[in-house]
Each structure stands twice: as C-alpha cells, then as structure tokens.
C-alpha cells in the first residue's frame, strides 16, 4: 500500500504546471467563445491532443499512479481554465473508464486508443447510460440488446438521453438490458464501433452550462454489433445472469455504477477547479475595487466570505484526494468518492454564487466570466449522481441499510 501524503511528488508536480499553463494560455482565453457558440471545441480539443494531454497515454499514466492524485490534480487546473472546455477534453474518459472497468485486457488495448485517435486524427468516446425514463435510476433502463445467435451479434433498440460527446462520438460505450427482471443485474455494456449503422444522433441539448460541451440523445435503431463488443465477454454475463437468477442477488453491481464510484474523485476535481478559479479571481477583485473609500475586502463581510470559500475548497481537496488515494489503495470504507463529489459539487455552487456577489453588477454580466463559472459550477450537482444520489449512497453505506 502506498503512503497517503499530502507532498506531491516531482513527477505529480510537473503535470500540475504542464496542465496549469495549457490552462492558463490555451483554454480559459478560449473560455467565453465557445461558451457563446455552444459547440465542441475542436481547435482547442486538438491543441491538447499535439501536446499529449487528450490522449490515451497520458489517461493511462495519470490512472497507473499509485497515490490515485495525479489525476484529480491535473483535473482541478483544467477545470480552473474551463469547464466546458475540460468536460470536452475529458468527456472520452467516461467511455474509456467503461470500457476499462468493464473490458477484458484485450478489449480495453483494442477500444480505449480508438476513444482518442491521434494528435492527427482526433477521436472521441461517448458513454451511453441515461434515458429519458432513467436517469438517476440506472436499473430501469429501456435499451434492450438481444443476442441473435444465427449471426453471432447483439442487437441494440432504444433511446439514450443527455449523453456527453452522444452522436459525435467514435466509439460508444452503451450499457443496456439484456434480462431487464433483473434490473441493474441484468444489465450489460457493449461497444458501438465507429460507423456502425442504425446508432444516429438525436437532439442536440441546449444547456445552462459547460455549453463547449457536446450533449445529445442517441438513437438506436436495430444497431447490431458483433459479439465480441459485449464488454467482459459472454461466459461472464451468462455467469453473472445465472447467479442473479439463482439467488436474486448476486452482489455485483450494475456497469454503470461501478464506472461512476471509480470516476467520483476526479468529477468532484472538475467542480474543485471551478470553484478555485472564481475564489482567486474574487480575491482579486476585492483587493482592488473601491467603495466608501476603500477596497471592499477592508469590510469583513467580504473577507469572511472569502475566507469561507478558500476554507470550503481546501476541505473539499482534501476529500477528493482522500477518496482518490482510497480507490487506488484498498477501496472505499464509507462511499468516500461520493463524499467527494457531493461536497465538491455543492461547495463550487456557492463559492460561485458568492463570487457574483462579490463581483456585484459587474459579476452578474457575460464581461466577467464568474457567471459563466456559476452556470459551470451546477452540472456538477446532476451528472454523474445527483446530489441527493450521492447522499443516499453515504447513507446506505454508513448504516448497512437500504435508505430509500
Ligand atoms: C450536461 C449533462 C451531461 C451528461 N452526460 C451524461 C453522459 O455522458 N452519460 C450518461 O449516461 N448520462 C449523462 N448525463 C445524465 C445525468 O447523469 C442524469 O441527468 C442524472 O443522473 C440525473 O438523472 P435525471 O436527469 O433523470 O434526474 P432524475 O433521476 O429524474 O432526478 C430528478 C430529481 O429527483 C431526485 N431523486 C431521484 N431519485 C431520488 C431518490 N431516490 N432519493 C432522493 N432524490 C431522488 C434527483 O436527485 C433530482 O434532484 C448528463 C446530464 C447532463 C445534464
């Protein structure tokens, strides 16, 4: 087991400032844009892939870590530059996690590349759970995949709702119901290679927030894939049914989730990031602007407010590097990754709520970007587990019961 320390090593170190200064340079003057334009950020998305940061490499660098940290690092100062942005160039991830999480090795070394193509030839992923009729309740899912054994191929039916890179992804990663009795055990995930016929996009979401990102429905029509898209492979899901149906419960949890628990840290450092970009920028601002006569953090009013929000983001750090070191280390205790994310989330809402009001008029219009960081801010109390998600995983696992 490796150490939990609070000293970030040279390597950890170096990530940090390599991500901080493509932040700094590349994304947050970027920021307004294509916030404005509502639409995916190629150029900047492709900046990042020449430079190494949007690639599989470095996912799989920062996920062999032993601390867990350097993840969750490099997250919170691409999300100090730009959420919509950071979602753009983070949102593969999501299929790259499924597919690890759920994968045989040879699937993962076949798939993952293929969610990032190449610093010439950029690539995405999409993962595909939610649906109009299921969002925080992931067992009820619609999407049925029936085997055809004539053909040795999957055949996918249903509709996927506000899934992140939907319809302009590569690879989609789409978890369905193959015995939908029972319900999230029933459940499997399948690869939707490029081009695959019958997988279309639906519509493409207007959002409050991280408006660079791309969010849509997908569509899927009679989409066949052959067998060996099924993650895990068939004489695991035939185990795992037969478990299921024997004893009712088989004690797996469904795909989805274990690809959520693994991703809540580094979800909880994207509001982090957020949030220390709105308290540093109000900081500033307070110094600098004057009323009655004097710079307006001279009034404790402001000062406690700003001494509550760096104090709230601290604690929230120390919480998602907690549960990042924890999923690398022995696993959760306490659902400490849900800790996180829920406590990340909602501290980034107020800091960023505060930050306005600091800002006063100023921070209420689309000159000063700290609205754009509240709009940013909100998502991170919905995806991904809601908050109120999140406190009744805390809950059931402090108490071994099952809260409803
Ligand atoms: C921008 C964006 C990007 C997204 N990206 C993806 C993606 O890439 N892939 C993907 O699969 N999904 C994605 N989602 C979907 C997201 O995960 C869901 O929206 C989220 O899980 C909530 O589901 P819902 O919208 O159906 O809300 P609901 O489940 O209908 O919840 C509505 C409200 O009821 C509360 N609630 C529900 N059940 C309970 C309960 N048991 N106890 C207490 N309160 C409860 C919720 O907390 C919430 O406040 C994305 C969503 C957005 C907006």
Redesign the pocket.
């Known amino acids: 087991m490796t150490q939990f320390s609070l000293k970030l090593d040279e390597d950890q170190l170096q990530i940090q400032k390599w991500v901080h200064d493509f932040a700094e340079d590349v994304v947050r003057p970027a920021a307004h844009e294509w916030d404005e334009r509502e639409e995916f950020p190629w150029p900047i998305v492709q900046e990042a892939a020449q430079i190494g940061l949007y690639s599989v490499d470095f996912l799989m660098n920062a996920m062999a870590d032993e601390t867990g940290l350097t993840l969750p690092v490099a997250v919170e100062e691409l999300f100090w530059g730009d959420a919509g942005i950071g979602m753009a160039i983070m949102?593969s991830g999501?299929a790259a996690a499924g597919i690890a999480g759920n994968g045989t090795p040879e699937q993962v070394i076949e798939w993952v590349p293929q969610c990032y193509g190449t610093p010439g030839d950029v690539k995405l992923g999409?993962?595909?759970?939610?649906e109009p009729d299921?969002?925080?309740?992931v067992s009820s899912l619609r999407t049925r995949a029936v085997y055809d054994d004539a053909t040795d191929e999957w055949v996918l039916n249903g509709t996927?709702?506000?899934?992140?890179?939907?319809g302009i992804a590569d690879v989609h990663v789409v978890v369905a119901a193959v015995d939908p009795e029972l319900k999230g055990r029933g459940q499997a995930s399948f690869v939707v290679p490029p081009g695959t016929k019958g997988l279309s996009q639906g519509q493409k979401?207007l959002?409050h927030g991280?408006r660079a990102?791309h969010?849509a429905e997908v569509v899927l029509d009679d989409v066949r894939v052959p067998g060996s898209c099924l993650l895990g492979g068939r004489e695991k899901l035939e185990a795992k049914l037969a478990r299921a149906r024997e004893r009712g419960h088989s004690g797996e949890k469904q795909p989805?989730m274990s690809t959520f628990e693994a991703t809540r840290p580094t979800v909880g450092a994207q509001a982090l990031g957020i949030a220390r970009a709105a308290y540093e920028y109000s900081l500033e601002y307070a110094k600098e602007r004057k009323a009655f006569g004097r710079a307006i953090i001279m009034n404790q009013a402001i000062a406690f407010k700003l001494a509550n929000m760096i104090t709230e983001i601290d604690a929230s750090r120390l919480l998602i590097w907690r549960a990042a070191w924890l999923a690398r280390n022995g696993g959760y205790v306490n659902a400490e990754g849900s800790m996180s994310k829920y406590k990340a989330s909602e501290v980034a809402v107020r800091v960023t709520e505060d930050a306005i009001q600091i800002l006063g008029g100023y921070g209420y219009t689309r000159e000063y970007p700290v609205e754009r960081w509240h709009r940013d801010a909100k998502?991170h109390t919905?995806?991904?587990?809601?908050?109120?998600?999140q406190q009744?995983v805390i809950a059931r696992a402090i108490s071994g019961l099952r809260i409803?």
């Open positions: 949102g999501l999409a993962f595909c759970v939610s299921a969002g925080s309740d996927k709702a506000w899934i992140t890179n939907g979401y959002k991280i990102s969010t989805a998502i919905i995806f991904e587990g809601t908050s109120e998600i009744l409803e």
